[in-house]
């Protein structure tokens, strides 16, 4: 399993893929926190705080992310080498989580450029280290979580087909679904009564929760539940290839 997550990591920066993600998300978060005026742009408002990095974040890495996953399973339908996987002394279960752990890798590595917005609007403000650390580390987490969710659903759209199109586009109404889906459905007046529970069931009052700085074992539980759920349904789609 390791060398084969081992594998998959490394082919993300063999080509341009992986320096395209980095490039990508640095630009687009970097032209929200410092060029794009706005009431939470930290230059504009006098605040110290990145709350608009945390805000688009998740909008962004909801095209990023697919477009990470696409390729994982449906490449290797394509051009038949995903056989010479299964020849291997694996588990389809171990295939899933080194291909899940290969790319949420490569999202972890972006994230940690956020550090530099961090220090950034640290040392700017007046004093130095006005920002909100907990607040900054909590929704650092929660955006991790997030991103390891939407990568669940990118490892399962790209399992079940071959196109990398088509799994990117799955993924990307997935995510949309359970990132903001459910808090459009909440809104319905056929669902007033259940509105509580219904945006509990999306990833965005979870991940609010987590960005205020304290971390709840129920939005814990969520997010490791969705995960797993994801990653067994890929193992079925896998393991149905016997049946």
Known sequence: MLALLTKEFRSFFSSLTGYLILSVFLIATGLFVWVFPGSNNPLDSGYANLNVLFEMSPWIYLFLIPAVCMRLFA???????????????????????????????????SLLFCLV????????????????????????????????????????????????????????????????GFDYLAELN?????????????????YKSISRGVLD???????????????????????????
């Open 75 to 109: 490449d290797e339908k394509k051009q038949g080498t995903i056989e010479l996987v299964y020849t291997r002394p694996i588990k389809e279960g171990e295939i899933v989580l080194a291909k899940y752990f290969a790319a949420l890798l490569v999202i972890a590595v």
């Open 117 to 180: 917005y961090y220090f950034s609007v640290y040392y700017l403000g007046s004093p130095a280290g006005s920002i909100d650390s907990g607040a900054f580390w909590g929704s650092i987490i929660g955006l991790f979580l997030l991103a390891a969710v939407y990568v669940a659903i990118g490892v399962f759209s790209s399992s079940v087909t071959d196109n990398q199109i088509v799994a990117f586009l799955l993924a990307v109404v997935l995510c949309f679904l359970i990132y903001i």
């Open 190 to 206: 056929l669902f007033q009564n259940m509105q509580s529970d219904i945006y509990n069931l999306g990833i965005q009052e979870h």
């Open 217 to 243: 074992s129920r939005d814990l539980i969520y997010f490791i539940g969705v995960i797993v759920a994801f990653l067994l349904i890929t193992r079925t789609v896998l393991k149905s290839r016997k049946w």
